[in-house]
């Protein structure tokens, strides 16, 4: 071969690899499964046993309780080790070295391989340790990079919607009010984009990602504004319905030239979209074609896992045939609803209850909800069919009820404000005793109840002997409540 000739090769494949990863690769759905692996190299003194890892499943709704798979895996005596996932998806994870954490995205049916350098990671930080190859190398590093740089939208955007959950956010405006909300989400917007923007050691794969990120979240902080004011004295009718109009002002301008189809927000997209959709905007909500298998398979999944709803067969033909790569794990996802239930009915563990009569004074809701239960300890859960904490923790607290349901009686309250078809259609694959009282009964329960009563899930602690261990309103996750529940046992 001529030397001209070689050359122009040469220069071909460099150019070519340039320009690799310059767009964000299309969204995969596959049943193949997708695999990580990774290598920890130096330092063997300061070397980990195990490397775990967290997978998001894109549509299995987080109140599932089953969108987030963990792994761990044990590193060999080279420092290596490999995951095979299935996530039916392109997918995030979070992998976990001893002290080290970094984010990924893996694709089915591919590889996704790293590097970590214990011996570099102490003077030249993680992004410049850590080397990818395989899919989405050049992405992957970008990522990790620009989270250690502290610009990394998805993230910065997490610890924002952490603050407005805490109650926090509010310290943050310089003025709390609707117009100070908009001016702290506008410049949290246009700050993060001049960040991406400047930065040019991210390549425009990461780019692309970048910007539709920042858009999509900025995009859905817009109808959380009354929620981050909320202490800031809206108190009135007039006050709401005048926020009310910004925020479908501010989501209607938002929504011009459909900015959600952007093709890159499949890689991002979560439980947002059908907040936008059933928000108040004057036409249809477009997404990502690429999307809408995850968008529909994710409605099936929310009417199993959140309203405990089974299938028809009809929805499963759609499913086995719309669905094909997706449709196992939901079917599959049917099939343990379905057994729950079974099992549940069959043992009794999940009653209707209705109090002696309609007649009980004021004073006596309470002693009459706990006489049939006396000389064994109760867990008194008030909530509500609209309350998504409250079905939440029905989720994480199933196998403890089935586990203890012979030491402790579980009496699960709602109110008639929760609609009856719902209800009935819930409390089967809900353990414990079911009762629905009227609003003055809900009333004078909440009247002799030690604890504050603005919201749900209450729970209400009650000793053998029938008097008020603890109350208190609120649920944090499966550890707390066994410590609150441990002294009555």
């Known amino acids: 071969m001529k030397i001209r000739n070689l050359i122009t090769v040469l220069l071909g494949i460099l150019t070519l690899t340039g320009q690799a990863q310059k767009h964000l690769p299309r969204f995969i759905y596959s049943k193949e499964t997708a695999v990580l692996r990774g290598c920890v190299v130096g330092d063997s003194t300061q070397r980990p046993e195990d490397i775990d890892i967290i997978h998001w499943m894109k549509y299995n709704p987080g109140l599932l309780g089953e969108a987030m798979k963990d792994k ?9 080790c490999s ?5 039916g998806t392109t997918a995030k994870c979070l992998v976990m070295i001893g002290d080290y954490k970094f984010t990924c995205y893996v694709v089915p049916g591919d590889t996704v391989s790293f590097t970590l350098d214990l011996d570099r990671i102490k003077t030249h930080g993680l992004s410049q340790s850590l080397s990818f190859s395989g899919a989405l190398s050049d992405f992957n590093h970008d990522l990790v990079y620009a989270m250690e740089k502290g610009f990394d939208p998805e993230n910065l955007y997490q610890k924002i919607e952490r603050k407005r959950n805490m109650g926090q956010l509010v310290d943050e405006l310089s003025d709390v009010s609707v117009d100070g909300y908009f001016q ?3 410049s949290t917007y246009q700050s993060i984009n001049k960040r991406i923007e400047e930065d040019r050691n991210i390549g425009d794969a990461y780019r692309e990602f970048a910007n539709a990120a920042n858009h999509y979240e900025y995009g859905a902080f817009i109808p959380f504004c009354a929620y981050s004011i909320r202490y800031a004295g809206l108190d009135t009718e007039e006050q709401y319905a005048a926020l009310a109009e910004r925020q479908s002002q501010w989501l209607e301008n ?7 189809t952007n093709p890159a927000l499949c890689y991002v997209m979560w439980s947002r979209p059908e907040m936008f959709i059933q928000s108040i905007i004057a036409h249809q909500v477009k997404l990502p074609e690429d ?4 968008h529909l398979a994710s409605k099936y999944m929310m009417q199993i896992g959140q309203q405990s709803q089974l299938l028809s067969e009809a929805q499963k033909d759609s499913v086995r045939i719309y ?43 309470l002693s009459a909800i706990l006489e049939p239960y006396r000389g064994r300890p109760v867990l008194l859960d008030l909530w509500e069919t609209t309350c998504g904490p409250c079905r939440f923790a029905f989720k994480e607290m199933h196998e403890k009820k089935l586990e203890l349901s012979d030491r402790i009686h579980f009496v699960n309250i709602a109110s008639e404000r929760s609609d009856l078809a ?19 009964q809900l009333q004078s329960l909440h009247n002799q109840l030690p604890c504050k ?14 008097s008020i261990h603890h109350a208190f309103i609120g649920w944090g996750n499966l550890d707390i409540m066994m410590k609150e529940l441990e002294p009555v046992l």
């Open 72 to 80: 761990t895996a044990s590193l060999d005596e080279n420092g290596c």
């Open 83 to 87: 995951f095979s996932l299935h996530t």
């Open 184 to 186: 702290y989400l506008d």
């Open 254 to 260: 938002y929504m011009k030239n459909d900015p959600w």
């Open 291 to 294: 999307y809408r298998q995850c």
């Open 323 to 365: 669905l094909p790569e997706l449709g196992q794990d939901i079917l599959d996802y049917n099939d343990k609803l379905e057994q729950e239930m079974a099992f549940i009915n069959e043992q009794g563990k999940s009653r209707i209850c209705t109090l002696p009569n309609d007649k009980i004074s004021d004073n006596d809701v």
């Open 422 to 440: 719902t209800w009935e259609r819930l409390v089967p694959s809900y353990v414990g005793d079911h009762y629905r009282l009227t609003e003055q």
């Open 453 to 466: 009563t603005d919201g749900v899930p209450i729970w209400v602690l009650i000793n053998a002997d029938g």
